[in-house]
């Protein structure tokens, strides 16, 4: 079956410094979400990507879509204790009914 | 409602014991989704409703799990004899449409204990 995987698990930066995940789908995927989820919170929707190479910014957040569509990054620029949390790429195969398939996630601590 | 409820926030069961995990989507929304997320793992896909149909129950991982929606709103999840493995947080999350552009708007969970 479809899998996500997300890379690296934990991530450890201080203030200022860049962060980025990277996520590998086993198969093409129709798009991909990204989603933060706080420590103790729920996951909460960023952003979509639906074509090949698609690139979008949210202020520090950039997101990338592969060419392949089969691969996801999230960098974020100069970060900050607000940025703490786990991100978690979701894709979407093409041939799914609908359900998204979680990757495990990039646990993001930031030290000030 | 504003966002997407459920109920109770927390749930201790003893091993053996029967619980029901309640949603109340966004109201409105037409697909309901279950997932189950161990701590420090990602969501994991368990069930998916479009309104009343029950489209996809490929994720629950066995004939223990049942989840309705019968009225095409308020969702149910029941576990039966509940097991130490099945502790996790259960989420819930609603969209809009059917599309596969649609974004999902998650709950808080359940958290389930079981002893």
């Known amino acids: 079956g479809q899998q996500v995987m997300q890379i690296p698990q934990y991530q450890h930066v201080q203030e200022g410094e860049d962060f980025t995940t990277y996520c590998n789908s086993s198969t093409t995927l129709s798009n991909i979400q990204w989603y933060k989820q706080r420590p103790g919170g729920h996951p909460v929707f960023l952003i979509q990507l639906v074509k090949s190479g698609e690139v979008k910014k949210q202020k520090r957040l950039t997101f990338q879509f592969g060419e392949a569509k089969k691969n996801s990054s999230l960098h974020i620029t100069a970060t900050q204790t607000t940025d703490v949390g786990t991100y978690f790429c979701a894709g979407k195969d093409g041939g799914s009914q609908g359900n998204l398939i979680f990757g495990k996630g990039t646990k993001l601590s930031v030290k000030p | 409602g504003a966002g997407v409820s459920q109920s109770p926030r927390y749930k201790v069961a003893k091993r053996g014991q029967d619980v029901a995990l309640r949603c109340d989507p966004i109201s409105g929304h037409v697909s309901l989704f279950w997932y189950q997320q161990a701590l420090g793992q990602g969501p994991e896909f368990l069930t998916y409703?479009?309104?009343?149909?029950?489209?996809?129950k490929s994720g629950l991982p066995s004939d223990r799990f049942f989840a309705e929606r019968p009225e095409g709103s308020v969702s149910t999840l029941k576990i039966q004899r509940t097991q130490q493995e099945d502790s996790a947080v259960y989420l819930c999350?609603?969209?809009?449409?059917?599309?596969?552009?649609?974004?999902?708007?998650f709950g808080s969970g359940t958290q389930l204990s079981v002893l």
């Open positions: 999350a609603s969209s809009r449409g059917t599309g596969s552009n649609e974004k999902l708007f």
């Open positions: 409703f479009q309104n009343e149909a029950q489209l996809d």
